[in-house]
């Protein structure tokens, strides 16, 4: 029998605990695992990511748009101090409906990344301590720049 | 009669934006007498959008604004951005590319390691002596890559495919002796700051950063190491030649000040010894593999991962097929070690004069977190 990597173990023990709620789960190459999963769920996998399955050092988290399909998606970026693969944690949101809970309570470190993907793409996380905007002004009127539909600072949309 | 509750009466400080020791940002510091009570960095003084621009250029334009992130380290930034288009293109390097890729890599890591150490030197107030030896060494560094490159900062030498040019020649030679100056230079180093009282006091037991905490926040670089965590991506996940080249993961235990301090020193030495071995074992062969200037991807994704100087930098690109990338992500490490700064006022005491110690032995570079 071949032995299996710790990528494809983590990737088949995932399905195995939610089945229902994960919309997708693979091994894109070594190192890297990508999970997609049901924003109903999303909070609730997150932490057994951290307790159960060990990712414990949040790397980042960033936003897609894809205005076509009407839907953005938001990934995480999650690493295990033991096995040492960059698991990337995503969710989709629908663009009419940009909420999210903040995974702040989870790892509090996010909360730079979420601030970001918060004034980048207007996404809203529910219960984030400090919402503020990261990079851009405070009095900023542009819109939300990495958007595919942003046509610069001051134009009316 | 109970005696009234005295509120802490909380300064708040604003330091910068006009560049407090390096780079813009603003660091704000609310403090109680001399105590640090807080630490906010308000970031975004230099955003310039590098994310946006990348989508509006092809995959062999986004290399130049790419490598403006850090001007100290463009190898390395180049270098992520490379490997994520060869990804999403399907290229493969021919194995000298990857050598002379590492050697570049090797030698910014030192340039930029000098700096940092510089002007850890001078933040303590006592050392400007270190900061312009450091300034004048990393000229030796500066040369080399100007023979080689035409260039002595943004290098643009890497590009998809492999790197523009052969080594000159004679340039081992030249590689060799530069690392075996700077080796003496460092000593001098050694001596003059890391084990003067005047320095050890100013930095050891300064914001402990535990491992565990190191972890938690998410720290990256020599921050993760100098807590005794070992985690490189150079090891982690080999790229370009680092499989085939001989060097420890550096860490110390004490988690502190001086602890990143030496994590940087001692990482200047293990590089030394890099140049050398790359100079002396540099394979033969062909240096780039033809890539057309307007190449067209499939849909798809790539997630790099390279270790720069201020830690780990990922690049996650998505195409959808076209000319030029349809989003670029960057985790840029000074953005996360930010983080870390922020919450090193809770974790430890700090008083209002360790700050300029503090913030540069996480070594920030402000055009990285802000992109």
């Known amino acids: 029998m071949v032995s299996e990597t710790p990528e494809e173990a983590f990737v088949e023990s995932i399905k195995a605990t939610y089945p229902d709620a994960i919309i997708s789960a693979e091994v894109l190459r070594p190192k890297r695992v990508s999970v997609v999963v049901k924003r109903d769920h999303f909070l609730e996998i997150a932490k057994s990511l951290k307790d159960e399955f060990g990712f414990t050092h949040p790397v980042s988290g960033g936003a897609l748009d894809y205005p076509r399909e009407n839907r953005m998606r938001m990934i995480y970026y999650l690493m295990n101090p033991e096995s040492r693969f960059m698991l990337t944690y995503g969710v989709d949101l629908s663009r009419d409906d940009l909420k999210l809970s903040s995974m702040t309570s989870v790892w509090e470190a996010i909360s730079f990344h979420e601030r970001e993907a918060h004034e980048m793409f207007g996404i809203s996380f529910e219960g984030h301590p400090n919402m503020v905007p990261l990079l851009l002004p405070p009095d900023w009127k542009g819109g939300h720049p990495l958007r595919k539909d942003f046509k610069g600072e001051g134009v009316e949309e | 009669m109970t005696e009234p509750v ?10 910068g934006p006009q560049h407090p020791m390096s780079g813009q940002t603003r660091i704000i510091i609310d403090v109680d007498g001399e105590k640090v009570h807080r630490i906010i960095a308000d970031l975004g003084f230099t955003h310039r959008g590098i994310e946006k621009i990348l989508e509006k250029r092809t995959f062999l334009q986004g290399i130049i604004p ?26 493969e390097v021919p194995e000298r590319a990857n050598w002379i890729r590492s050697l570049l890599c090797e030698m910014a890591r030192i340039n930029s390691h000098l700096y940092a150490f510089g002007l850890q030197a001078e933040s303590t107030g006592y050392f400007p002596a270190v900061f312009l030896w450091t300034t004048i060494d990393r000229a030796v560094i500066l040369d080399l890559f100007e023979e080689l490159t035409g260039a002595r900062w943004s290098l643009n030498f890497f590009m998809p495919g492999g790197v523009h040019n052969n080594l000159p020649e004679g340039f081992e030679d030249k590689v060799v002796k530069g690392a075996q100056y700077l080796r003496k230079r460092f000593e001098d180093y050694w001596e003059a700051m890391v084990e003067n009282a005047v320095f050890e006091m100013r930095c050891n037991d300064v914001a402990v950063l535990k491992p565990e905490d190191a972890i938690r926040l998410g720290a990256t670089g020599p921050v993760l190491r100098g807590s005794g965590v070992a985690m490189d991506v150079r090891k982690d996940e080999p790229y370009a030649a680092y499989a085939d080249i001989d060097f420890e993961v550096v860490t110390e235990s004490a988690c502190d000040v001086m602890a990143r301090t030496k994590v940087r020193y001692r990482e200047i ?8 071995q790359i100079a002396c074992e540099m ?5 780039r593999k033809k890539v057309p200037l307007f190449a067209r991807s499939k849909a798809g994704e790539a997630l790099s991962r390279v270790e720069t100087a201020r830690g780990e930098l990922g690049v996650h690109m998505f195409t959808d097929g076209g000319m030029n990338p349809y989003r670029v992500k960057i985790n840029s490490p000074t953005l996360r070690n930010m983080y870390v700064f922020e919450r090193l006022a809770e974790l430890d005491e700090l008083l209002v004069a360790d700050v300029p110690v503090v913030i540069n032995s996480i070594d920030p570079w402000y055009l990285d977190s802000d992109r």
Request: charged share 20%; glycine share 8%; hydrophobic share 50%.
């Open chain 2, 6 to 15: 005295i509120e802490p009466d909380i300064m708040r400080i604003s330091w």
């Open chain 2, 66 to 91: 790419m490598e403006r992130m850090v001007m100290a380290d463009t190898p390395n930034i180049g270098l992520g951005y490379v490997m994520a288009v060869e990804e999403v293109l399907g290229i």
């Open chain 2, 269 to 276: 030495v293990q590089s030394l010894n890099m140049m050398e």
């Open chain 2, 283 to 287: 394979p033969k062969g062909p240096i």
